[in-house]
Structure formats: structure tokens, C-alpha cells
């Protein structure tokens, strides 16, 4: 299947030789690569090469979500190959891609693991943290509700699932995870290769550390719109494990919406917590739920979590009887 490389700029001529290049070598003869230069002030097109599969398109400064939705609708192909221009598409990656999606005609959007590097050298704990999450997943889908479970640079889509649910979003919220709940919600599948497919260049000027739509608040409020249309039934007795702010945070906002919450998990030793009673995990087996959430952030809490769950109550399946949350 041919396919269309959707790539937005701004001010990112130092990467963007190197970016085209690393699309460029992974496209046949009639796949295209779109970029889309969003209000440039360093002159971005310097550095293009004289390759007729490329579609250039300059508009003002509208915002990432513009960018991308005008570049969507410039391509041509059933597939969008995503690319930021400052990241670097990895050979082998469309091949790979293609390969898994052709074997699963359900899936709108395949990932794939990511090599990080840092700008200026320094590591950083929170996005390697992150990047090795989303390289360690094996269930894209249960993942959900705790972070993006694939890197916007390194996905391929189908371009009718994308324009079936609307496309992009603009909103205080990062309008890929938003695409990704939709498209779940809608009935799609989403998951990744297990080979690295883009390098992503961290660094202070990108969007997801600069702009205030990548919060951990905007985040959350995708969640909870998520966890209501799609999880949350009316009359749901529910159980919220979690003693930290994580499931405090989670705890407050289920009352406060209207949700019977019956029962906190906490092994701390508590006996209630915001008027709910809180029982000790070793009480999971008598536990007479319709519904988990496990609501916690210290790391490696929700794989212990997991086996307690899969030992004490191997009927609950992750996905449907109980969420991860984060």
C-alpha cells in the first residue's frame, strides 16, 4: 500500500535535512512526503531536497493541530506515515509496519519502539522513563488510560479510520492521545511493531515540554471524558486501588461526579478514606465489584498490582473488568 508522510515545521530547519531523508529512504517511487511549514521564521524549505514526492505547504503560524489537519488533507495515500522534524524515521520501519497491519485488517494505527536522544547530552528521567514504558508495552489497548501508549512520530494509520472519527481535534488537550481514545472508542485497533522505528530528539523546545496542552491536567481530562463514554455504567459499584495522590485525585473526582464508589484498596493500614471504607489487598478474593481501578504512580506498582489481580482474581480480564490509571 502506498503511503503519505505527514510532516509539520516550524522553525526546525537544523533537523529537518536529516528528517526528510531518513522519510525519503523508506518511501517507494509513488509515495509522497507532506510537510507542512507552520509559520517558519528560519527558512525551513533552505534545506529540501529537490525530490518530486515531496508536497510543500506554507501557511501562517496556526498551531500544530492546523498544520497537521491541512497536511492530512493533502495526502493522497491509504496510509499517513507520522513524523516530527526533528526526529529521525528508522530504516526497515514502513515495512514492518505495513506488514503487521496488512496481518490485522482491524488496526488503524501501528507504532513502534523509539531511540531517544538528548539535545544538549543531559539525560532526563521523566521522558527515558516514559520512552522505555512505551517500548516495554505488549497490550497497547489496556494501556490506555495510564499514558499514550505509542509516540505520535512513530505511528502509521490508516487514513479512513482517521477521517472516520474526525481527524485531529483542537482543544486545551495533546490532540494525539485525544486521536488515539477516539479511535479505541470507536472500535479500532491500536498496537506496535516490536523494532525501533524513530529516533526522537529530546529537547527543551518541544511542544510536549513548551505548551500547556501536553499537562498532566489536559491529560487527565481526556481520561475522564474516556473512562464516562466508554467504562463508567450508571449503578457500577467500583473499587479505586490506590492510597497516594494518584488515587486520592482519582477518589475525589469519581464522588464528586456521582459514582458509587464502594470500596478502597490500601495497604497501608487506613480504615476509610473520603467516607469510603478501605479494605487491605490480602481482601481482593471476597471483593464484590463490577468494576477496578487501579490509581497509582510510584513505579513499579501497577506490575505487582497486576500479578495480585491475575493471582486473587484470575476471572477479572485487564481492559474490562479493571483499568489501569495514571
Not at 110 to 118: F, K
Not at 144 to 170: Q, W
Not at 208 to 228: H, P, Q
Not at 262 to 270: K, L, R, Y
Request: aromatic residues 6%.
Amino acid at each position: 500500500m502506498a503511503v503519505s508522510w505527514l510532516i509539520p515545521v516550524r522553525d526546525g530547519r537544523p533537523w529537518l535535512g536529516a528528517c526528510l531523508a531518513s522519510a525519503l529512504a523508506e518511501c517507494s517511487a509513488h509515495d509522497q512526503v507532506v510537510v507542512v511549514d507552520d509559520g517558519s521564521r528560519d527558512d525551513p524549505e533552505a534545506v529540501r531536497p529537490n525530490d518530486q514526492r515531496i508536497t510543500w505547504i506554507t501557511q501562517p503560524a496556526e498551531g500544530i493541530v492546523a498544520a497537521l489537519e491541512r497536511g492530512r488533507r493533502a495526502c493522497s495515500h491509504p496510509l499517513i506515515a507520522r513524523l516530527d522534524a526533528d526526529d529521525v524515521a528508522l530504516p526497515g520501519r514502513i515495512a514492518a509496519q505495513i506488514a503487521l497491519m496488512e496481518s490485522r485488517p482491524g488496526l488503524a494505527v501501528v507504532g513502534g519502539l523509539a531511540d531517544m536522544v538528548r539535545e544538549d547530552g543531559a539525560d532526563n528521567d521523566g521522558m527515558r522513563a516514559y520512552v522505555d514504558w512505551v517500548n516495554g508495552l505488549k497490550d497497547h489497548r489496556r494501556a490506555l488510560l495510564v499514558e499514550s501508549p505509542v509516540f505520535h512520530p512513530a505511528v502509521l494509520m490508516r487514513a479512513d479510520a482517521i477521517d472516520a472519527v474526525g481527524g485531529y481535534r483542537d482543544g486545551d488537550f495533546p490532540e494525539d492521545y485525544d486521536l488515539w481514545l477516539r479511535l479505541v472508542g470507536a472500535g479500532y485497533g491500536l498496537t506496535s511493531v516490536e523494532t525501533p522505528v524513530v529516533q526522537i530528539r529530546d529537547r527543551a523546545q518541544r511542544l510536549t515540554r513548551s505548551d500547556s496542552r501536553y499537562r498532566r491536567a489536559a491529560f487527565e481530562g481526556l481520561k475522564r471524558d474516556w473512562l464516562g463514554a466508554h467504562v463508567l455504567m450508571p449503578d457500577s459499584k467500583i473499587a479505586v486501588w490506590g492510597a497516594g495522590k494518584t488515587g486520592r485525585r482519582w477518589l475525589r473526582w469519581l464522588r464528586e461526579s456521582g459514582h458509587s464508589v464502594s470500596t478502597v484498596i490500601d495497604g497501608f493500614g487506613a480504615t476509610e478514606r473520603q467516607g469510603v471504607p478501605v479494605l487491605g489487598p490480602e481482601h481482593l478474593g471476597e471483593l464484590d465489584v463490577d468494576l477496578l481501578l487501579v490509581a497509582v504512580g510510584a513505579r513499579g506498582a501497577r506490575a505487582q498490582i497486576r500479578r495480585s489481580i491475575i493471582a486473587s482474581r484470575p476471572e477479572w480480564e485487564e481492559g474490562r473488568d479493571w483499568w489501569c490509571l495514571a
